[in-house]
């Protein structure tokens, strides 16, 4: 048996203002989709952050451009997805069984959160040009430059 949806009503204000937007030509430049070879970060990707914090990730990179949310929002920086990847792949320490939340941030930053093993909220947060962190845990909160793993990884470990 196939199930359908059933149709849409054009006098929805929803549907309306939807296909309205999408009429603009400046909300098909906001949202659309890139090509690209994602597979050296696929892996990494779904790793330490299970197929729904991969399936974000990759959503926030492929099609959401400058203006999204309030229209005041910046797209996903490069650099910030770059050191993203690599502190999955290097600098993230082990967790417990609960996988990374992973939110795009009004900046254009990509925003890490979980709970250690003990349940403290450990955040961090990767911007184009800095890495801003919170480990409950011991208190610490500060900011590192985007390059110094080693540090981070140290202050967020208990």
């Not at 999955?88 to 990374?100: H, Q, V």
């Not at 919170?134 to 900011?143: K, L, R, S, V």
């Amino acid at each position: 048996m196939i199930a359908s949806l059933p149709p849409l009503h054009a006098t929805s204000y929803a549907t309306c203002r939807l296909v309205d937007e999408l009429n603009e030509p400046t909300a098909l430049l906001a949202v659309r989709r890139q090509r690209m070879n994602d597979a050296p970060w696929e892996d990494v990707a779904i790793s330490r952050l299970g197929n729904h914090g991969w399936g974000r990730l990759l959503h926030f990179r492929q099609y959401y451009r400058r203006g999204w949310g309030n229209h005041r929002t910046q797209p996903l920086s490069p650099r910030a997805f770059e050191a993203t990847i690599q502190f999955l792949s290097d600098g993230m320490p082990p967790s417990n069984d609960k996988k990374p939340s992973v939110f795009l941030t009004d900046r254009g930053g990509l925003e890490l959160c979980w709970e250690t093993s003990s349940g403290k909220a450990v955040q961090v947060e990767f911007t184009r040009d800095r890495v801003e962190y919170f480990n409950e845990a011991t208190g610490a909160e500060g900011e590192l430059p985007l390059s110094d793993f080693k540090q981070l990884k140290q202050i967020l470990s208990i």
